[in-house]
């Protein structure tokens, strides 16, 4: 295991710190009717110990509650910011909505809303590198419902086949908007050849810093592609549209906090 210095540590958590206080911000200007949509990353922060060991030349294909992976490849939460009014100086130019990530500077793929429908550009990019001998990888991640579209068993077969130097990671928090989805992804289902994943605690930050360094490794010595497996919890809301009391009890809501990776 790759072992995490004080310093490392805090380093570490003074990201998430700063990608929880983004969404809290964020909640309040929406119930203050100063914004029209958000998508909280709360409970997948510990991620952004994959995102700190990734070099510049790489490039981040993310997932919509991916906050503290997106601060970690070097956004600031005044440039997500300016994404949520839609600024003209925001990094798409104030094309895209809240939540999904982009920044050329930092390579950071422009995150479409259909989900897994990052997969294949992201297997696209990781082609390119490959094809040209640069020396770089690519992270698509994705959520658990995400797993049940075509794009998920595409891009996967393709980066198996043409050994494409891209870590997959699904960020399973057991949710598809109001759906439960322990028995219909294909971890549930039994499809996954389960000796290919690696499976982890997402809550566990050493675990994650540990994991991504395996990964990023085993892709960098040119041996394809790596599949995690992260088990996350979804502490807010789907999103600004949705009031998650409607489908989990008190209990339940009360029980995350003791799952929160801070």
């Known amino acids: 295991m790759s072992l995490l210095s004080t310093n490392e540590k805090l380093e ?40 700190r060991q990734m070099r510049p030349q790489d490039f981040a294909a993310l997932y919509y509650r991916d906050r503290s992976l997106a601060l970690s490849r ?28 982009s920044s050329r500077s930092h390579n950071i793929w422009s995150l479409p809303s259909p989900v897994a429908g990052n997969f294949l550009p992201a297997c696209g990019i990781a082609w390119g590198l490959k094809m ?21 068993y595409e891009a996967g077969s393709f980066a198996k ?30 499809l996954l050849k389960e000796h290919a994943w690696l499976f982890l605690d997402g809550c566990d930050v050493e675990a994650v810093h540990a994991a991504g360094a395996q ?21 807010s809301s789907h999103s600004s549209a949705d009031d998650q009391r409607k489908y989990r009890s008190a209990e339940q809501l009360d029980a995350l906090a003791q799952r929160c990776p801070i």
């Open 132 to 152: 040209d001998g640069k020396d770089g990888v690519v992270l698509a991640c994705c959520g658990d419902a995400a797993t049940r579209q075509g794009d998920f």
């Open 12 to 51: 570490i958590l003074r990201t998430m710190l700063r990608s929880r206080t983004g969404d809290l911000r964020e909640q309040s200007l929406i119930r203050q009717g100063k914004g029209v949509f958000h998508v909280s990353g709360m409970g997948h922060e510990a991620l952004c110990a994959i995102g």
């Open 161 to 190: 086949e043409y050994e494409l130097p891209i870590v997959f990671m699904v960020e399973d928090n057991g949710l598809g908007i109001s759906s439960h989805t322990e028995q219909t992804t294909p971890k549930g289902l039994r």
């Open 74 to 101: 070097g956004m600031s939460n005044y440039e997500i910011a300016l994404e949520f009014f839609a600024k003209r100086g925001s990094p798409s130019g104030g094309r895209q909505i809240p939540g999904h990530y």
């Open 215 to 235: 990964a990023l490794e085993h892709v960098r010595s040119g041996k394809g592609p790596f599949f995690i497996w992260c088990r996350t919890e979804r502490i």
